[in-house]
């Protein structure tokens, strides 16, 4: 059984740039800033990226989960209800067989 979360890269006023690492996660150009911010990956969670698309997926569905979770895109001294950029889960799948 295969556990897989989506994660949708959300931005209006910078755009995002998303890589992989080895076992990091790189946020790039986040709120224009110039430092990389690293989002550790949990176990044997692998993770891709598609466009604007991250893709985690795995069988222990614990690191799944907590790969999908790192927050490191919180937006401090700005105005919340106006500043929404970021990365957020928007779709998980328990339970999914891998059929590719």
Request: glycine share 8%.
């Amino acid at each position: 059984m295969i556990t897989r979360d989506r994660l949708e890269i959300v931005y209006s006023h910078f755009p995002i740039s998303v890589k992989i690492l080895e076992d990091y996660v790189v946020i790039e150009n986040f709120g224009s800033g110039r430092g990389k911010r690293l989002a550790k990956i949990i176990g044997v969670t692998s993770v891709e990226v598609d466009g604007d698309d991250i893709v985690a997926k795995g069988k222990d569905t614990v690191a799944v989960d907590q790969t999908a979770a790192n927050k490191v895109t919180k937006v401090k001294k700005k105005g919340p209800r106006v500043f929404l950029d970021g990365i957020y889960i928007c779709q998980k799948n328990v339970g999914v067989t891998d059929t590719a």
